[in-house]
């Protein structure tokens, strides 16, 4: 495990008492909550626009995010705009907030070639990134309210709890973070009944 070494001065120059990181012999502090800054990925895409299909820019796609997207519906003509490209000019990842989330979603093409995020690749990520487990160290410091018995962690608790009941879909939209960072906007409703 590699090591680190903070190197300060002794004494704070401009009051002359002893900086409380001095201690060689300990680590620095860890932070109490966890890092919530959004990492941006490398741009796949100039600095121009990038499009979103219009099925996801509006609540065209009936979607409940605490279920499974239903990606396979028999024939091919049926779920034929599931597999289309998700933008235009065509993303290999890209990036969705949510005001309910502090951090964001990464959707990557799921298939190597073409490499091209899909509709279909959005709708999965975005389960699968709402049912994964909060730690403890998560929920007790994004649920710092929920103290009593009934509301004591356990592993089964999912992000899905931050929602608060908006489960539907309402479509994506573009964001001021970036050409390849969209919104993601859910309404009340769906069928996940508590954590």
């Known amino acids: 495990m590699p090591t680190f070494e903070i190197v300060l001065h002794d ?23 966890p890092s919530m800054n959004c990492i941006p990925l490398p741009r ?39 597999h289309e490209p ?5 993303l290999q990842s890209l990036t969705i907030l949510s005001k309910f989330l502090p951090w964001p979603i990464v959707v990557h093409a ?11 690749d959005i709708l999965s990520t975005v389960h699968k990134n709402l049912i994964t487990p909060m730690s403890e160290h998560e929920y007790k410091v994004l649920c710092p309210n929920s103290g009593g018995p009934r509301y004591c962690w356990n ?15 309402a479509g994506l939209s573009p964001s ?20």
């Open 11 to 33: 004494e704070d120059e401009v009051t002359g008492q002893e900086h409380p990181l001095t201690n060689n012999h300990s680590p620095p502090f860890a932070p109490t909550t």
């Open 44 to 82: 796949t895409v100039g600095r121009g626009h990038v499009a979103l299909h219009p099925d996801l820019c509006s609540n065209n796609i009936s979607f409940d995010v605490s279920q499974p997207p239903v990606l396979d519906l028999g024939s091919p003509s049926h779920n034929h705009w599931l």
């Open 86 to 90: 998700a933008t235009y000019p065509n």
């Open 110 to 120: 799921s298939l190597p070639r073409p490499s091209v995020v899909t509709i279909a």
């Open 155 to 169: 592993p089964h608790v999912t992000r899905l709890a931050l929602l608060r009941g908006h489960y539907e879909w």
């Open 176 to 195: 001021f973070e970036g050409p390849e960072v969209f919104f993601l906007h859910l309404h009340l409703g769906g069928s996940f009944s508590g954590c």
